[in-house]
């Protein structure tokens, strides 16, 4: 028998294929042989990191350990003489990118070391020294190799990169929330009531009052296109292009996990809300008939510690703005897609504002009817990217909860804001600590540019949020200021804390409070002046600072008794006339300090009951309480001397005041029952109106949040705040205000700051330098021409904003995007990427090539700064080398490639694949045995 009848299938011998199992052992062999000729060369050396080179620092612990080793003894980081190739004649491109991978590979093993939980401090600056002794050596050599085969950069490469900073233009539209779902003709709850409010619309210099009543209009003809008719046709009358509209908002599907498992919902209905169209010609301003006062709340909501384990850091915790009214309507915009849930009695709307904020620290009310926050921020906001690890916004919203502007104030390091207030002219001032540089400050004698020692620092902007002024200070030792207020003069005066003494006046204790005034004069010039320092041998803080007339009074924590002290200013300067000392706080502080009806208001929490603030008009409760004190405006104790404390049995705490209209309200958050309000969560919290005279709270409410933890951190309250413009959705004041078009606005830059442009790849750098009113505009103009006719530079209208946007000027250049030094890097600040900027071309078989048709180019995508400072720069310089070290594998893989010959890769992919062709002379081979077989047989 000629052949087996028991095989099948594949390629196995049987009847059917008339294939003899020798015949297909002998095809196999043959075709495995089709590469045969190449067999024993080699078309590129072997990698350092493979498993079968020789013992290298590459692909060996003990080697790496040792290369680390001889690097913190002052061996070079880059060495092609040691990087050793095993193939004659190769290109010396692998000898470069084997002497780059070893240097990147060395500062991976020195970034290891500097992740130790027992390493010195002493040891722990030394590794950063050689780190960033060796980062330098590899942006040295990189400037300077020069491949045969390929380009290789530090930063990115890109065809186009537009910046993340945006300046905002006059909004086209505002849009209003939800008010009506499913028929646009139903009657909206939110026209429900006494609506009128008045439209200022100003035109070339004319302003116009269009007066909207709906107290013609029945209830039940209140719909959304009957009040678009009716506001439309006075708008017209009136020769105005501002116009209402309705806007359809589609339904969204809702789903929800049962078992484990995703269950559909179906859509929710469409929804209807108001569209306010805007004409850039005319300046709209909305003004209610009546108001209540409204009440701003930051906050933090939801659990941040699950598990109950703080290291596992598993908390998911959203930061919330929320809007309370004081009056008896209500004032929310109607839930009309049942999405709005868990507000409380007389909340308005809890809005979420960006999750990069570490800590809101301070909010106030203007007059134009919007607030403003100060926060330390800890990545990027409004699309303006930090430069350090921590930095501080000033963020304004308008009545509506709609972000305005937002202010990054540009620390190289780290910085925290500690206070902020409002000049009766609208400057804003903000105070606060920082480390590093902070470009274009003025710097008082003592200052710490570098190491852990904090300064103090001190920014004004005028009332569009545009800075006019920074001042740092420090001493010897760490400083910071942490309060603000302004005297009716302009004159500010601020208040903090230094462990060295302050402006020449010695140091008392263990932590002393300063305090300063800074005054600006003509072209913005100011004068500095240090005026006291207080306290006692113990650590003393500043925790308020007030301005009643001629009176300044400061409120500080001295070593855990609280002391208010009373300044006399009539004389230019302040002087020391009274101090009142309300007893220890048994571990509690001060939180606020203010002035109502001619008194002297002090508010924080204690564990105690027994502070000398005089006649208790609400007992302590227990645990943690809050207190509101009342005192003479001479700080001498009197008989109208008052103390309020507020809480339950839990531990409760005051964590915000404000006073507007002697009106005292406070913020915070309790643990258990409080007076007539019972527990809802875990952390809960409160606001409320305390009448500092007799202790009643006129106005209280309790609310909570995600997860039933919520921890309430700043409040501010407008007298005149709240109306039906809120339940319109609608915010009071004038809405399509442009934003400041400066670049130090619009981003985190300051004047001062710089980065660098090369017109062709490794060609020389041309500096440009941010200077003082600066815009996206002035700067484009200047980087093109630096750039020559090499690049397309121009600001584009992208989502809403105007964004700075560069590529190469044709496909055939390539030009480079290069950092500003440290600390005063432009391009880190504006959000634009270092590295190459070139166009591409598609090849046959899809292959991209660079568009100037020269060899490939490589980024590292590495920034030339990092360093080992402390742990979040550690685990980010091993990623960033990481990512380096990933790309130099991708250079040599593409270099061998390109030396393999064609026939060798398809042929070794079809060994891989399992899809080798049969060789031709086999294929005739098998066809005559094919015929052979079918004679013998007879089948043919």
Do not use: C
């Amino acid at each position: 028998m000629l052949l087996s009848s028991g095989q099948s299938g594949g390629f196995g011998a049987s009847a059917s294929s008339g294939l003899s199992a020798g015949l297909l052992a002998s095809s196999n062999s043959a075709a495995g042989s089709a590469s045969g000729i190449f067999s024993n060369r080699r078309f590129a050396p072997t990698a350092p990191w493979a498993l079968t080179a020789q013992p290298n620092p590459a692909n060996s612990a003990d080697l790496l350990t040792k290369a680390a080793k001889e690097a913190l003894g002052g061996a070079s980081f880059i060495d092609e003489d040691a990087a050793k190739l095993d193939m004659p004649r190769a290109s010396s491109d692998y000898k470069k990118l084997f002497a780059l991978y070893n240097g990147l590979n060395t500062l991976t093993q020195l970034a290891e070391n500097a992740k130790s939980k027992t390493i010195s401090k002493s040891d722990a600056a030394q590794l950063n020294r050689v780190f960033q002794k060796g980062v330098a050596e590899v942006v040295d050599y990189l400037e300077t190799a020069r491949f045969e085969r390929l380009r290789l950069s530090l930063g990115e490469v890109n065809s186009t990169v537009r910046a993340t900073a945006a300046g905002r233009p006059a909004a086209g539209s505002y849009q209003t929330p939800p008010l009506v779902a499913t028929d646009v003709n139903g009657v909206s709850d939110a026209l429900k009531g006494d609506v009128k409010f008045t439209m200022s619309i100003t035109r070339i210099g004319q302003t116009k009052d269009i007066d909207i009543d709906l107290s013609s209009l029945p209830e039940s003809e209140r719909t959304l296109p009957k009040f678009v008719s009716l506001v439309n046709a006075k708008l017209e009358a009136e020769g105005l292009t501002t116009r209402f509209e309705t806007q359809r908002i589609p339904g969204q599907e809702r789903n929800t996990t049962v078992g484990g498992k995703t269950v559909s919902l179906g859509k929710t209905p469409d929804s209807w809300a108001l569209r306010l169209k805007l004409d850039t010609a005319e300046t709209v301003t909305l003004t209610p008939a009546t108001t209540v006062p409204a009440v701003y709340i930051a906050q933090k909501a939801g659990n941040p510690d699950p598990d109950g384990k703080p290291a596992t850091k598993d908390g998911v915790v959203n930061n919330q703005l929320l809007k309370f009214q004081t009056g008896p309507d209500t004032l929310s915009p109607p839930s009309v897609l049942q999405t709005t849930q868990g507000l409380a009695e007389g909340q308005v709307w809890a809005k979420p504002i960006d999750s990069a904020l570490a800590s809101v620290r301070s909010m106030k009310t203007l007059a134009d009817g919007s607030v403003i926050i100060l926060s330390d921020v800890t990545g990027e906001v409004a699309g303006q990217k930090i430069r350090g690890d921590r930095d501080v916004v000033l963020q304004k919203f308008d009545s509506a909860g709609k972000l305005l502007f937002s202010r990054d104030l540009g620390a190289s390091d780290e910085a925290s804001g500690m206070s902020m207030a409002v000049s009766d002219d609208g400057r804003i001032a903000i105070a606060g600590k920082l480390k590093g540089k902070l470009e274009g400050a003025t710097a008082g004698p003592i200052t710490e540019t570098k190491g852990d020692l904090t300064d103090s620092f001190v920014t004004v902007y005028n009332a569009a949020g545009e800075e006019v002024w920074t001042q740092r200070r420090g001493s010897r030792g760490d400083d910071e200021a942490t309060q603000l207020a302004w005297d009716s003069s302009g004159k500010l005066y601020v208040a903090g804390n230094s462990s060295t003494g302050r402006g020449g006046l010695a140091e008392i204790g263990q932590s002393d409070v300063f305090l300063e005034t800074y005054e600006t004069g003509v072209d913005n010039k100011v004068t500095y002046s240090v005026s006291a320092v207080v306290g006692d041998t113990g650590k003393d803080l500043a925790r308020g600072l007030v301005i009643n007339g001629s009176d300044l009074y400061l409120a500080s924590n001295d070593g855990g008794f609280g002391v208010i002290r009373r300044f006399d200013l009539s004389g230019g300067t302040p002087v020391l006339q009274a101090t009142r000392n309300l007893g220890s706080l048994r571990g509690g502080d001060l939180t606020g300090l203010g002035v109502a009806d001619g008194r002297v208001i002090v508010a924080g929490n204690a564990f105690s009951g027994d502070l000398d603030a005089g006649n208790v008009v609400r007992a302590y409760s227990g645990g943690q309480d809050g207190f509101v004190a009342r005192l003479s405006e001479s700080l001498n104790p009197n008989g109208q001397d008052r103390m309020t404390y507020y809480g339950g049995a839990g531990e409760d705490a005051i964590t915000g005041v404000s006073i507007q209209n002697d009106r005292v309200f406070v913020t915070g958050t309790s643990k258990a029952d409080l007076p007539s309000l019972n527990k809802i969560g875990t952390i809960d919290g409160f606001v409320a109106e305390i009448d500092p005279v007799n202790g009643d709270t006129p106005w209280v409410r309790r609310f909570s949040g995600k997860d039933g933890f919520v921890s309430p951190s700043a409040i501010a309250v407008d007298t005149g705040g709240a109306s039906v413009l809120d339940r319109l959705g609608l915010p009071s004041g004038t809405l399509n205000v442009a934003d400041s078009i400066r670049l130090d606005a619009v981003s985190s830059i300051r004047t001062g700051d710089q980065l660098k442009v090369r017109a062709r790849l490794n060609g020389p750098e041309t500096t440009i330098t941010v200077k003082d009113g600066d815009t996206l505009t002035t700067l484009a103009e200047r980087m093109k021409r630096a750039f020559g006719s090499q690049a397309d530079v121009r600001v584009m209208t992208v989502d809403g904003g105007r964004r700075l946007q560069v590529k190469p000027a044709t496909q055939r250049n390539v030009i480079e995007l290069v950092a500003g030094p440290d600390g005063k890097d432009a391009l880190q600040a504006l959000g634009l990427p270092e590295g190459v900027l070139r166009s591409t071309s598609i090849a046959k078989g899809g292959k991209i090539l660079p568009g100037d048709g020269g060899n490939p180019i490589f980024g590292l995508k590495m920034n030339g700064k990092i360093n080992l400072e402390n742990e979040t720069e550690v685990n980010h310089a091993a990623a960033e080398l990481a990512g380096a070290v990933n790309v130099i594998r991708s250079a040599y893989r593409q270099l061998r490639d390109a030396a393999t010959p064609a026939a060798v890769k398809a042929a070794e992919t079809a060994r891989l694949t399992g899809n080798e062709p049969v060789p031709a002379y086999l294929q005739r081979r098998i066809s005559n045995y094919q015929e052979a077989l079918s004679r013998l047989t007879g089948s043919g």
